[in-house]
C-alpha cells in the first residue's frame, strides 16, 4: 500500500520539475530576447550598445590618414 502512494508522489514530482524546469526556460528566453533586443536596436535615433559602438569603429576607421 505504502509503495502505490510513493510512485504517485514520484509521479507528480516528476511533473513538477518538468513544469518549473519550462517555466524557467521561458524566463530565460524571454530575458535573453529582452537583452538582445536593445543591444542590437537599428533605430537611427537610439540604436543599441552594439550597433553604435560598431559604428564608431567604422568611423574611426574611415578616418584613419594613410601614411605618407
Known amino acids: 500500500m505504502k509503495t502505490s502512494a510513493l510512485r504517485k508522489n514520484r ?9 518549473e524546469y519550462v517555466l524557467l526556460l521561458v524566463i530565460a528566453v524571454a530575458i535573453a530576447a529582452l537583452i538582445t ?11 543599441g550598445i552594439l550597433v553604435e559602438k560598431w559604428d564608431s569603429i567604422l568611423k574611426t576607421i ?7
Open 62 to 68: 574611415g578616418e584613419d590618414l594613410p601614411d605618407e
Open 11 to 19: 509521479r507528480k514530482n516528476n511533473g513538477q520539475v518538468v513544469v
Open 37 to 47: 533586443k536593445e543591444l542590437v536596436q537599428r533605430d537611427p535615433e537610439n540604436p
